[in-house]
């Protein structure tokens, strides 16, 4: 159980690092963020991107505190 659990998390975190390495090619404003002050709404894949970096952000976590537990 443990070694699925630690399998799971792995694939997990190499989907969070994808996702948010593309969000940051996606916004343009570079990895530390751009100049400018202005406030955009996410539409489109934009938002289902956001949506799914925060899904995956709680099931990471979610799954590191079960893998501490049965572990």
Do not use: H
Request: aromatic residues 8%; glycine residues 10%.
């Amino acid at each position: 159980m443990n070694d699925f659990m630690n399998l799971v998390q792995l694939l997990v975190s190499i989907l969070l690092v994808a996702i948010i390495l593309l969000q940051v090619k996606e916004g343009g404003g570079g990895l530390f963020g751009s100049a400018s002050t202005t406030v955009r709404t996410r539409r489109g894949m934009e938002k289902t991107l956001f949506q799914f970096t925060i899904f995956l952000a709680i099931a990471f976590v979610v799954i590191s505190i079960i893998s501490v537990r049965v572990g």
